[in-house]
């Protein structure tokens, strides 16, 4: 499924101040314990940033934080001081942050608590974004999704790795014809509270689904401490892979095969959150996710098949 060629250059657009109207949309941040709470922040906020985006800023953020997560518990007290910095106020509950703001980042690093944090964001009828992962199972997903279409409220989550220009460009070649496989790849730590690949593989499953679309039949997965290798089974017998590496250099990328050729995709990754930044803000003004449902409900589906075929020695898996 190719994204549209309105989202491959979006990213060319909001580098143009003038191409936006001066508009003010309040935004809220929920989780400061990764680091993309300040990157986002400064994006928005810090008017002398050569890749600031105009018309919205980070008004108000709730810090947040889980005791059982290193990766939060360790680092939510220097990233609240960097959002704090860029004159944000900080707020002690997230009923206080959505009495100050209009659309909401939901940021917290530990995706098991994204489900209990989204309720009242949906309940208070605040589109949201939910940075990766949009949650530790594919329950919970399926149920945020649920309640934001019950509500009638916008929501969508995505990896910045999904919207880098040359994937983009890529995908929406007509000259390749339609995408035949690829062999995506990324850094896949683990973190012990959350099913292998959705703490950090996902982001190399979010370019091999941009790539091979929703309709993934069926999965095998060959585990090793330093490599994971998923081979799953697209309809219309494409093959897509997914290589999560732990031993040496961690990379993000692709192999694409299209039916007129191939493409090696990387990204700069120091502009990644700048391309999500302009995707976010576009949803924020239209209400439109730039990603189906669908599609994201496959891949925490892939990535829970995953655990399954890992469970039993790589047996195929099939996906419902």
Not at 282 to 287: A, E, K, L
Not at 295 to 301: D, G, L, P, V, Y
Request: charged residues 20%; hydrophobic residues 45%; aromatic residues 10%.
């Amino acid at each position: 499924m190719k994204t549209s060629i309105y989202f491959a250059v979006c990213f060319c657009v909001f580098l143009t101040t003038s191409a936006w109207p001066d508009v003010n949309i309040k935004v809220g941040l929920i989780g400061l314990d990764t680091s993309h709470a300040p990157a986002f922040t400064k994006i928005l906020n810090d008017s002398s940033y050569r890749h600031h985006m105009p018309g919205a800023r980070v008004v108000a953020a709730f810090p947040g934080g889980s005791p059982d997560v290193e990766a939060s518990f360790s680092r939510v007290e220097k990233f609240t001081r960097e959002v704090a910095s860029y004159q944000v106020e900080i707020v002690e509950d997230i009923p206080s942050l959505l009495t100050k703001v209009d659309a909401v980042i939901l940021t917290s690093v530990d995706g098991r608590v994204h489900l209990q944090q989204v309720k009242p964001v949906i309940a208070a009828k605040k589109p949201v974004f939910i940075d990766k992962p949009m949650a530790a199972s594919l329950a919970d997903v399926e149920e945020i999704f649920r309640l934001a279409n019950e509500a009638n409220v916008a929501c969508f989550s995505a990896s910045s790795l999904r919207f880098f220009p040359e994937l983009q460009e890529a995908l929406n070649d007509t000259s390749l014809g339609m995408v035949t496989g690829c062999d995506a790849y990324s850094p896949a730590s683990l973190e012990p509270h959350h099913p292998d690949l959705m703490w950090y593989g996902v982001h190399g499953i979010e370019i091999l689904f941009a790539a091979m679309g929703a309709e993934c039949e069926s999965l095998s997965r060959t585990f090793t401490p330093g490599t994971d290798m998923v081979v799953g089974l697209w309809t219309g017998g494409r093959i897509g892979t997914f290589r999560g590496i732990r031993d040496g250099k961690g990379r993000y990328g692709a192999t694409i095969f299209f039916e007129n050729g191939m493409r090696h995709v990387e990204p700069d990754t120091g502009l990644l959150y700048v391309h999500l930044m302009a995707e976010i803000l576009t949803f924020f003004r239209t209400g439109n996710p730039p990603i189906p449902q669908e599609e994201t409900i496959a891949m925490f589906a892939f990535m829970e098949g995953a655990d399954i075929s890992k469970a039993q020695d790589g047996a195929r898996v099939r996906i419902q």
